[in-house]
């Protein structure tokens, strides 16, 4: 069993940046892929990014990739996204979440979810 607790969403403007962090509890989360989604108001839930168990390959998803970043320090049993250059079509909220695989986790086969935090960026 793996809980999930996710902070650092806030309000900022387009072109800025947010660091969001997920706090993992369990022994084992650094067995899992971890990854981010976001779902915008009235839109599905969508897959951001993806970070192996050791941390060693990620994916993006291509409206992300060169401005997000994905990292995890298992010892601190944490997953982060760092969200660079951000656009107002990058408001949602955002949700940790742990899978088997980023292969798994980019087709949404998720194991456990976080309850999310929400990012809103004006322009």
């Known amino acids: 069993q793996v809980q999930l607790v996710e902070s650092g969403g806030g309000l900022v403007q387009a072109g800025g940046s947010l660091r969001l962090a997920c706090a993992a509890s369990?022994?084992?989360?650094?067995?899992?892929?971890a990854g981010w989604f976001r779902q915008a108001p009235g839109k599905e839930r969508q897959f951001v990014a993806g970070i192996s168990h050791s941390g060693t390959f990620k994916n993006y998803a291509a409206s992300v990739k060169g401005r997000f970043t994905i990292s995890r320090d298992n010892a601190g049993n944490t997953v982060s996204l760092q969200l660079n250059s951000l656009k107002p079509e990058d408001t949602a909220v955002y949700y940790c979440?742990?899978?088997?695989?980023?292969?798994?986790?980019?087709?949404?086969?998720?194991?456990?979810w976080g309850r999310g935090t929400q990012v809103t960026v004006s322009s």
């Open positions: 979440a742990t899978g088997t695989s980023t292969q798994d986790m980019a087709n949404s086969r998720v194991d456990y």
């Open positions: 369990g022994r084992t989360f650094s067995t899992y892929a």
